[in-house]
């Protein structure tokens, strides 16, 4: 299989800044299987997490948002407790070779809070839903990808799913306690259940 790209020197090779999300990046964001999720609170350990399983929004030219599902850590919702700030990086694995970051300011809604069911209803049904974080944007910043290798998409893992299916509604709110309260740093991550604090 000859997978074809641009030289460099092309568009796709030079980096760029936006003060916002253009209709090429957004239809790059679009194409895109999976993105990386970053935060760091002021002390303590930087977090990368990569996503999947459509869980991304584009809500405008000035605003994204994501559905983060239960895991075995909550290490974005400590930090942006502590300092708000994200970054989100989308990369290409196949075609063209680019990355595209969007930087900003991130919102925390979880289930029972207002907005929930309106920022929810954006994603498909995902047992494990946890929370929704809106990105308010303040740079994109384009980059080559020439050293991301290429790879072909399988589809997405079943098996987040069927965990969560096991565990049940109770198991998942249990869970939730007991591995989702604090971060690998001790922080906070303001987990909310039954519209209380944990």
């Not at 999976?34 to 584009?58: C, Y």
């Not at 809070?113 to 946890?130: H, I, K, T, V, Y």
């Amino acid at each position: 299989m000859v997978r074809r790209y641009r030289l460099p020197g092309t568009e796709w090779g030079m980096a760029q800044r936006y003060p916002q999300i253009t209709d090429r990046i957004r239809r790059f964001i679009e194409a895109q299987h999976m993105f990386f999720v970053a935060t760091a609170a002021r002390t303590g350990r930087v977090n990368v997490s990569p996503k999947g399983l459509d869980t991304l929004r584009i809500l405008d030219a000035d605003r994204v948002a994501w559905l983060n599902l239960t895991g075995s850590g909550n290490e974005t919702a400590a930090h942006i407790l502590d300092l708000p700030r994200m970054t989100l990086m989308f990369c290409a694995f196949q075609g063209n070779p680019w990355i595209v970051r969007l930087f900003g300011t991130p919102t925390m809604v979880q289930p029972g809070e207002d907005g929930w069911d309106e920022l929810a209803g954006l994603f498909p049904p995902q047992r494990g839903s946890r929370q929704v974080y809106v990105l308010d944007i303040d740079l994109v910043l384009t980059s080559c990808g020439f050293g991301v290798p290429l790879y072909d998409f399988e589809g997405q893992r079943e098996v987040l799913d069927s965990w969560a299916a096991k565990k049940g509604d109770a198991g998942l709110l249990t869970y939730q306690r007991e591995k989702n309260a604090e971060s690998l740093d001790g922080l906070p991550t303001g987990l909310v259940q039954d519209g209380r604090h944990v």
